[in-house]
């Protein structure tokens, strides 16, 4: 069963101005350092980064808040399994969120796909209720 949706459009050059104003600032507020270290790693830096934020945001409004209700930047993670597929990975408010809305006897699944066009970079996120076997 489907528990969640959410999707969201970030836009490249936006992201790559904050970078350029705030820096590790902007960096270590919203992004682990296992994502940055991927965005520092990629020739695309900005695209990475924006192609996170808005895996982030479309996390958060899968799980029903938007970015309130105690919900911080960095208890969204997104990683890669080998084969390059992302990973939403959630912690903090994020993973006592999403436990309150699995139901007893189902696991939560976070899907997460990304994708970018320049100067667009686009995520969509569902959460999805697994019966436990």
């Not at 959410?6 to 790559?16: H, K, M, T, V």
């Not at 990475?48 to 982030?56: C, I, N, S």
């Not at 960095?74 to 309150?100: C, F, H, Y």
């Amino acid at each position: 069963m489907i528990l969640g949706i959410g999707s969201d459009l970030a836009n490249i050059e936006r992201i790559q101005r904050t970078l350029d104003r705030f820096g590790d600032r902007f960096r270590d507020r919203v992004f682990t350092a296992a994502e940055q270290a991927k965005a520092e790693r990629r020739a695309d830096t900005a695209g990475t980064y924006a192609k996170r934020w808005a895996a982030k945001e479309a996390c958060s409004k899968a799980l029903g808040t938007g970015l309130r209700m105690g919900i911080a930047w960095k208890d969204m993670a997104v990683s890669n399994i080998d084969t390059g597929q992302p990973v939403m990975q959630v912690t903090g408010w994020a993973a006592e969120r999403l436990a309150a809305m699995t139901p007893p006897g189902h696991e939560a699944i976070i899907h997460v796909t990304l994708t970018d066009d320049h100067p667009w970079a686009q995520a969509f996120v569902v959460i999805e209720a697994r019966r436990l076997a």
